[in-house]
């Protein structure tokens, strides 16, 4: 399937897999598995509608407060993904890469997040950005460090060396941010890169958001007019 838009980027913050739970009598971990099939979903709607870039809000910095019986099923759910799901993404034609802390991950899904980024880094179709242990503000604050350390002085540091230090260096920032479940807030997603991305809320919990819901959703973009400004 091709779509006529100018999408390059779309973020989303996979929000209400446990509201989704809750109101279907269900576990909380369910409404996680449910959500991570459903990013297995976006991903090939993506690659259908040849969207070059995905970047999910999957586990941010602030996640690491929940349960650790919450925390570990998640971290579970990454390892499926890194490891026995790594060749079905593949064959899509998917690159995938990891942004976040993962200094803060465990030595097996560090190791994982390796090689699947080796894996698939000459795929061309779609660039997957799975943010885990993320959060907009970590990610600038990095890149200050980073800067720092490098001894630039303060008149050579610019908004493209800021941008050129984050952990999305070398991505175009999102034309396009959606958030499922019915917040209205961005909650610490991509902080720097949102600066000019076009936010749509959706009030679906994200395990039911649908491809015809993806579709409204950039039907919704193309009628908005971007000025950054002008």
């Not at 800067?147 to 952990?167: A, C, F, Q, R, V």
């Not at 019915?182 to 936010?199: I, V």
């Amino acid at each position: 399937m091709s779509q006529k838009h100018n999408l390059k980027h779309i973020g989303i913050i996979m929000d209400g897999n446990r509201r989704w739970a809750k109101n279907h009598g269900l576990p909380a971990m369910e409404g996680h598995r449910r959500g991570y099939g459903k990013m297995k979903k976006v991903v090939q709607w993506c690659v259908d509608r040849n969207i070059g870039i995905l970047t999910v809000y999957a586990f941010s910095s602030e996640n690491w407060n929940r349960s650790k019986k919450e925390v570990g099923y998640l971290m579970d759910l990454f390892r499926q993904v890194l490891s026995r799901d790594i060749s079905e993404i593949s064959k899509q034609g998917v690159r995938i890469r990891i942004i976040g802390q993962k200094e803060k991950l465990a030595p097996d899904i560090q190791k994982m997040i390796e090689e699947a980024e080796n894996k698939t880094r000459k795929n061309k179709k779609l660039l997957f950005n799975i943010a885990i242990s993320y959060g907009g503000r970590p990610d600038i604050l990095q890149a200050v460090k980073k800067i720092i350390k490098h001894g630039i002085p303060s008149d050579k540091i610019t908004e493209k060396l800021i941008s050129e230090n984050l952990w999305t260096r070398g991505i175009a920032d999102p034309d396009l941010i959606i958030r499922t479940s019915g917040e209205y807030r961005l909650s610490n997603f991509l902080t720097w890169q949102s600066a000019y991305s076009e936010l749509i809320f959706v009030k679906k919990h994200w395990p039911a958001f649908s491809e015809s819901d993806f579709d409204r959703v950039i039907e919704e973009y193309n009628k908005r007019q971007r000025r950054f400004g002008k």
